[in-house]
């Protein structure tokens, strides 16, 4: 079972050196540069790649791009150009806002439980290395489980009439209403998805620290006797890069990848639920025929994702250090 | 500044049923210059750690000063250490490598800054105070390393193999420097390596390790001269020394059936052990193989037989050998071992022997 998830991380964590190198300014290696006797033959060789990008990646973004511009009959009957209609109802709608708001704090609070949990249990598995190996495995197998699959897990422990979470509220005198209460159902997409997030970074934080040199920490220890000032001067420094590497990664997955467990969660159910930008996209594109709407927001979310991408690149980079 | 007293310390690691280190028995004087020095694996490491603190002491008692350390955590032990691979934090800069051990111990501001640029100064690191430790060199890194031990102005510094990581020009440097400054601010030091010229030149007292007990302790040139094992013998000194089975016979020491030296008797075969430089290739003596030479410059060296046991010897002649020589040695130059226990055996001997013949 854990097979699957290991190897998926493992091409991540050539994904991370690559992207430590590009990083580190070490791109331009002599040694690894290849010359080719012809000038085509290398553009032969990144066809195939350049095809699947043209194809699943700009084609329908150009496509979105462009009916982001239209009115489409819902009937099917031809499309009208209306300009920038479709982002003035979009920003204008305080339903649009209000669900752009939820994301936000979906995110922030997403990426902060999951990175924060993943590094406490990456931290506490270091210290118990013998024991690593099982609780790697174990941790890790809640990365096997596909999304929708977490989704209904996660739907029978928040079940309102036997799921455990929700007779443990009941113990508290409170009663909680997964799918029908607005909150309670945003505590239950946010648990969920965190769940399902930590075994991702726990492994990469642990195999940062593992990499920490032991006479680095040796030295530590008799620099300081306080096992917080290590962490915080010695430990943390050095995993800044997996840090930043899995911060990007963790805002990505909770913008799109928890499409599936919200998708479990709140289908069919007839309340006010919270839901993250990309899950409107979908609603209104395609229950709710708007797709000149949905493109304009999609467009939207991919400019803001970008931004935000960009902005982690800039601020963040000056605060990383590297051995 | 402090003596350094260790008492039958062992060492068990966990899950091992053999000691690492055990029975070993040591005191420092404040401001002594100790060695531990023997072959890979014998526990040198594992001897320094433990008083470190880095690793656990399962026997025995370890004092600095008037303290014992046995179950201080290394920060509050009052030691610096170097490590083999300086183990400098890379994030830092040189300048917050050297003051971070002492923020953490509530140094005034002013007073780090003294500490640092004085260490900066004595190790001439001025030009790089602002610089990552990625951005210096081999050599700069070491000098970084001592800084932060210099800094701390500790009970006792400890290294553990400091110069293995660098070439061999920098590593004779390094070891004067390592000397001068040890002797300016006298602190007691414990120093290992596997590099016996490293130990000889350092140290006031060498302690020899084998299997993780104590061979031998002694200052360089008795260690030298008067090895207490064959295994000291054969460590220390370069070449090493010939070891060579003999027998006694009319009071003269016998070597592949030649007399070699008038000593005594005594009961039994014997180890002869023969430093290079007290051979002498002579027209006379035990003849031997020559195999090959070695050609230093200085002298050379001549790597040959006798009978069909390996010897070496120092000659400073220029001139083409035979295949056989003859060579002779002083017999007050001689060591003996007990073959059984490869201990020293008193060449006093000879006073015994020689009334009673
Ligand atoms: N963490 C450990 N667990 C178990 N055994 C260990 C451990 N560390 C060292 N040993 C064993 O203890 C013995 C002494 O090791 P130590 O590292 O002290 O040798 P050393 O003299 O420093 O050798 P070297 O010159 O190669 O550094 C060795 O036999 C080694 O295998
Ligand atoms: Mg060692």
């Given amino acids: ?323 | 500044m402090a003596h350094l007293s260790l008492k039958n310390v062992g060492k068990t690691y966990g899950g091992s049923n053999q000691a690492a280190v055990a029975g070993v028995d040591i005191e420092i004087a404040d401001g002594e210059f100790i060695v531990l020095v023997g072959p890979s694996g014998c526990g040198k490491s594992t001897l320094l750690r433990m008083v470190a603190g880095l690793e656990t002491v399962t026997d025995g008692e370890i004092r600095i000063g008037d303290r014992v350390v046995n179950q201080l955590d290394p920060a509050e032990r009052d030691i610096a250490m170097v490590f083999q691979n300086y183990a400098l934090y890379p994030h830092m800069s040189v300048r917050d490598n050297m003051a971070y051990g002492l923020k953490n111990r509530k140094t005034p501001k002013a007073e780090i800054e003294a500490r640092v640029a004085e260490a900066a100064r004595m190790l001439e690191l001025g030009p790089y105070l602002d610089r990552k430790p990625r951005a210096l060199s081999g050599g700069q890194r070491q000098r970084v390393a001592m800084g932060r031990a210099i800094v701390r102005q500790p009970a006792a510094f400890l290294f553990d193999e400091p110069l293995s990581n660098l070439d061999a020009k920098l590593r004779v440097t390094m070891r004067m420097e390592i000397r001068r400054l040890q002797k300016r601010l006298g602190t007691t030091s414990l120093y290992v390596t596997h590099d016996q010229l490293e130990a000889m030149t350092l140290a006031d007292r060498l302690v020899v390790l084998n299997g993780g007990r104590v061979e031998q302790i002694g200052a360089p040139l008795e260690v030298y001269r008067k090895p207490a094992s064959t295994f000291v013998a054969a460590f220390i000194g370069s070449p090493a020394m010939s070891l060579l089975d003999a027998r006694f016979e009319n009071g003269q020491v016998m070597v592949d059936g030649h007399a070699l030296a008038p000593v005594g008797n005594a009961p039994g075969p014997v180890t002869l052990g023969l430093r290079a430089e007290d051979l002498r290739i002579t027209s006379t003596g035990v003849p031997m193989r020559v195999d090959y030479v070695e050609e230093l410059g200085a002298h050379r060296i001549v790597h040959g037989a006798i009978g069909d046991q390996p010897v070496a010897v120092v000659d400073n002649g220029g001139a083409a050998l035979a295949e056989t020589v003859h060579v002779l040695v002083d017999p007050a130059k001689l060591h003996l071992f007990e073959t059984s226990t490869g201990r020293r055996m008193d060449t006093r001997i000879q006073a015994e022997a020689v009334p009673a013949q």
Avoid at chain 1, 147 to 164: N, Q, R, S, T
Avoid at chain 1, 312 to 323: D, I, K, N, S, T
């Fill in chain 1, 1 to 323: 079972m854990t097979d699957t998830p290991l190897r998926i991380i493992e091409t991540e964590r050539t994904l991370l050196a690559r992207f430590r190198e590009w990083w580190s300014g070490e791109t331009a290696n002599p040694v690894k540069r290849v010359q080719f006797d012809r000038p085509l033959t290398p553009w032969l060789f990144i066809l195939p790649q350049m095809a699947v990008v043209v194809i699943f990646f700009y084609w329908p973004s150009v496509q979105a791009v462009t009916s982001s511009f239209y009115i489409e009959d819902p009937f099917g009957f031809g499309s009208t150009f209306v300009g920038l209609e479709n982002y003035q109802d979009a920003l204008n709608s305080s339903e649009y806002m209000s669900t752009a708001a939820f994301t936000a704090f979906f995110c922030i609070t997403v990426t902060a439980l999951a990175l924060g949990l993943g590094l406490l249990l990456a931290v506490k598995a270091d210290k118990v290395i013998r024991g690593a190996e099982t609780y790697k495995t174990l941790l890790i197998s809640v990365y096997a489980i596909a999304p929708p699959v977490a989704g209904l897990i996660g739907m029978m422990f928040f079940d309102m009439h036997m799921g455990p979470f929700t007779q443990i509220a009941g113990w508290f005198g409170y009663e909680l209403k997964v799918g029908i209460n607005y909150w309670d159902t945003a505590i239950a997409l946010i648990t969920i998805s965190v769940w399902k997030q930590i075994p991702y970074n726990f492994i990469f934080f642990l195999s940062g620290l593992q990499s920490v040199p032991v006479s680095v920490r040796e030295a530590a220890l008799i620099d300081t006797k306080s096992g917080w000032r290590r962490f915080k001067d010695v430990t943390l420094p050095l995993l800044a890069p997996t840090a930043f590497f899995l911060l990007i990664i963790n805002i990505t997955y909770t913008m799109f990848d928890t499409f599936p467990i919200i998708d479990v969660i709140v289908k069919d159910k007839p309340a006010n639920n919270p839901m993250t930008l990309v899950y409107k996209v979908y609603l209104d594109g395609f229950k709710g025929n708007d797709i000149g709407g949905s493109s304009a927001q999609s467009v939207i979310l991919m400019v803001v994702v970008a931004l935000l991408t960009v902005l982690q690149f800039r601020f963040l980079e000056r605060r990383v250090h590297y051995g």
